[in-house]
């Protein structure tokens, strides 16, 4: 019998863009059994092969039984694997059925039809910034605002509520939280949503995410207002760190933004480079799914009921390219992890990879000279975060 590791320590680093100290390490011999913080073993596979294979693989599921990465500190689940509309918990065709209609509203032809007004918030909240003068703090000029607003306006979501979604949202991704505390969170969103969505239903219009929810679909109201709640949630806090912390890798390597200022119009192709070493060199845990089956990954076999942890570190496997531990903006694009793969794969992408473009690209054309206030290093992070991120990115131009 395999005895588990000891997880590193998570959020120690020894420095804010590289992963955990010593899990890539710990974990370089193939997939290994280790134990959490929170008590729960897993196999981490972070090998860019096994990660494709766990996360394709029907015999293994999300979270049935309880997710390792979404409990309190006493061990109690924060979310019900049962919970009405919480596509992150199903798997096959209940997952299918709650998955399909809402990939209608991130089409890339929508996504592309969003552009101009994403535009116009990057332009309006650097107009802000610029007026303010420098030393300004990006992530609240910027890096929030952006894709918090996006997401609230394609689900149709009022104005005078997006600022109460954006604080909550944050909220729910704190790790420190009780069960309670984040029921009451999502309850707070569920009370300004339900009229939103019974407003949607009685005028029977399907021009925003929400409308097409209510009106072209079968879903029930609890399933409707958990859906909003994780789109909201997750539409702004994941794009908002990434934002953030692509900034931050530019400000460390000025010979990789030369390339992204030389050539703006392949921000595209540079968003997935900057996606792919981003994600990998934050390492750590990663995509978590049980085995119900014997399976085996990388020569490992994993029993049935064993969780199985796929860390992102996939992204810096030499079998997904060469020189994979750098980052390369004249690489062409690969087929990172970045965004997951598999059934589960990240159903904003199209959305978040129009905001990081544009964000990014207009950020460095329109302030050519912006660099970091303090040194990256003692800036502040968001160690107590699901998502990690910049929680400040002081600049000066």
Same mark, same amino acid.
């Given at each position: ?6 997880? @590193? ?17 710990? +974990? ?40 390792? #990465? ?89 104005? #005078? ?21 984040? +029921? ?87 968003? #997935? ?60 694009? +690969? ?36 660099? @970091? ?25």
């Amino acid at each position: 019998m395999t005895e588990a590791a000891v997880c @590193p320590v998570l959020h120690e680093r020894d420095h804010p863009l590289h992963g955990p100290t010593g899990f890539a390490e710990a +974990v370089s011999d193939g997939p290994v059994k280790m134990l959490w913080p929170n008590g729960v073993e897993a196999w981490v596979v972070s090998s860019y092969a096994g990660a494709r294979q766990v996360l394709s693989d029907p015999r293994f599921v999300t979270r049935k039984g309880g997710h390792p #990465e979404m409990r309190t500190d006493s061990g109690e689940p924060v979310l019900d694997a049962d919970q009405p509309g919480n596509i992150n918990a199903i798997d096959g065709e209940a997952h299918l059925r709650l998955r399909r209609p809402l990939s209608r509203g991130f089409m890339v032809k929508r996504m592309n039809a969003l552009r101009p007004r994403i535009q116009q918030i990057v332009d309006e909240h650097l107009d802000v910034m610029e007026a303010k003068g420098a030393p300004a703090d990006l992530v609240t000029s910027l890096c929030l605002p952006l894709p918090s607003l996006v997401i609230a306006e394609l689900l149709g979501v009022p104005p #005078e509520h997006q600022e109460l979604f954006q604080v909550t949202a944050t909220d729910i991704f704190g790790k420190n939280g009780s069960k309670d505390e984040y +029921v009451a969170h999502a309850t707070k969103l569920a009370d300004v949503l339900a009229p939103i969505v019974a407003g949607k239903k009685d005028a029977g219009t399907n021009d925003d995410l929400i409308g097409l929810m209510v009106n072209d679909t079968d879903f029930s109201m609890d399933e409707l207002i958990f859906l909003c709640i994780g789109l909201l949630a997750a539409g702004h806090e994941t794009t908002s760190n990434f934002l953030g912390l692509f900034t931050l890798h530019l400000f460390e390597q000025p010979e990789q933004r030369a390339i992204l200022q030389g050539d703006p119009a392949r921000a595209d192709v540079m968003v #997935e480079e900057l996606m792919r070493y981003t994600v990998g060199h934050l390492g750590g845990a990663g995509l978590t799914r049980r085995a119900t089956a014997d399976v085996e990954v990388d020569g490992v076999l994993i029993k049935a009921g064993d969780w199985v942890s796929v860390s992102l570190l996939a992204n810096l496997d030499e079998e997904l390219c060469p020189r994979a531990a750098e980052l390369d903006l004249d690489r062409e694009t +690969v087929s990172h992890l970045g965004f997951g793969f598999g059934p589960h794969q990240c159903l904003g992408a199209n959305l978040a990879r129009a905001e990081l473009q544009i964000g990014l690209r207009t950020l460095f054309t329109r302030f050519p000279n912006v660099r @970091p206030a303090v040194p990256v290093t003692q800036m502040s992070y968001r160690t107590d975060m699901i998502t990690y991120g910049a929680a400040s990115i002081p600049v000066e131009w």
